[in-house]
């Protein structure tokens, strides 16, 4: 095991998640933000990230080995592999989330499949299943087999997209997550975080110039442009179709984004870091470089994040007004975040970040090389 | 087999929350969750304003979002209408808080969301539920909507009623008497 001061940073994070988890066990929902008012809180964002981010470079990788876009190939074992780990990220959060993981054998027991929840873990559980599989056989090289597999892993992952977007979308009582367009945005957003991130993978494979990285940075490039330029209608759909119709708790939870107690996580933390400076960032620079392009998927990475948390927020920062007239003025609902819950984000990309300084070794242990081999190069534990 | 509802007159109400008193004592409920609460709805512009108390809770609907959210049936539909929680099968995903569009859902100390159960205890021994046992003034008439000679239908009957948020489609089992 390889240990520098990446791992300590990494190793220090997952603890720090670890912490955060062992005080929403021992206190439970105390030990959390939300409420009776906002059910969900930054955990169900970080789970829906780690997750979003896991099948947008999934579906970035399939350019590479359904496509055949040679651009992505020199980094497509890493985005497989990243996809993992991110999967895995998101598992744990949302594992801290469950208030009661222990009766999970009744997922089995007593199904429901009207839930999109229930329906959640199978088709992650065949996504991980396909991308682990696709994954053995990149790193082992075995050609014939990739395109059917990652043809399969990434209708899996836009099948699961398309599930946490009905998870959303089917809640009648929250206007601004109802409706069916939110399987859309579910697919656009991740598929945006993903390319974020694969722009940071290419810019850790980049650092020694190559002609196949400039290739791969300036693909990326121009994939990370357009689909600014795919947000950017989203972002003008969703505000404009929100302030023209008015629709009740629609338009409230808007003007919360908007103007309200999310305008700064909206404005700054999301607009701008997500797209607007990243955007400058790219086409401001004359010759494009790895390390640029990395950091504006970094800040994009950093942006997305509070989009997700934007958007589980404010579907329930708006009063459900059961019995008051809609038109009556709005009170928001208080939200908050407490450490605990910060610390899991953290310990997620902790666990994203330790697993991928591990990568060396994994990949030996997909390969099968031998123990003998393995201690020879000096790196490896057994 | 009975289906259960409920008719409340909110002219009756004072908001003495003797209801929410007696539906606390009955379920034990901590001082942070209450299966019942009284919405104040004011209509009109000053001076001619009206005030109207509604008291609210979970309105046992028959196309219940928490039913079909849940992803292990923790929460499901009797047949006697009521919705049930078996908190052994809650795995604390809150789907059932968020689809709520009553809010009746108050998580508990085991991290259940719970609500109102409608008291079955009671109605197995022939009682009302706590609730509509204690109201001083008979605000909330309990009965059988199946049985066309309950007292519930033939006040239903007598009086224009509407359900709280019909347009959601949720179809609950609560009807109010308009004012």
Known sequence: MKINKWTILSAAFILFGLAGAANIFIHGEHAMGTTNKIPWGILIAGYEYFVGISTGLLLVAALGYVFHVKAIIPIGKSLLMFAIFSLISGFAILLVELGNPLNFIHYFLTPNFTSPIWWMAPLYGIYLMLLVTLTVFVVRENESLIRPLAIMTAISALVALICIGFLFGFIIARPYWNGPISPLYFILTSVFSGIAMASVIAYLHGRKKTRKNLETVKFLRTLSLSMMGVMVVIYIGKTFVGLYGQVPGKYESLLALLTGPLSFNYWVLEISLAIVIPFVLIVSAHKLSAIKLGLAGLLSLTGIFFMRFNMVIAGQITPLKVVKNPAEETVFNLFSVTWSEWALIMGGIGIMAMLYLQRELLERIIKHKPATELKRHGDVTL | ?179
């Open chain 2, 1 to 179: 087999m009975a289906k259960y509802g409920l008719l409340v007159f909110p002219e009756r109400c004072t908001g003495c929350n003797a209801c929410n008193i007696a539906c606390a004592s009955h379920n034990q409920l901590g001082t942070d969750v209450s299966y019942n609460r009284l919405e104040i709805l004011e209509t009109g512009t000053y001076p001619n304003v009206k005030m109207e108390i509604l008291p609210v809770q979970c309105q046992h609907c028959d196309n219940a979002p928490c039913v079909s959210v849940c992803p292990t049936q923790a929460t499901y539909k009797r047949e006697d209408g009521i919705v049930e929680i078996d908190a052994d099968k809650c795995i604390g995903c809150k789907y059932c808080m968020a689809a709520c569009p009553y809010e009746a859902r108050q998580l508990n100390e085991n991290r259940v969301p719970e609500k109102c159960r409608w008291c079955p205890e009671m109605l197995e021994k022939g009682e009302q539920p706590a609730c509509s046992a204690t109201c001083m003034n008979e605000v909330r008439l309990f009965g059988d909507l199946e049985d066309p000679n309950s007292q519930l239908n033939k006040e239903l009957a007598k009086h224009e009623v509407y359900q709280l948020l019909e347009a959601k489609g949720t179809k609950p089992s609560i009807f109010y008497v308009k004012k």
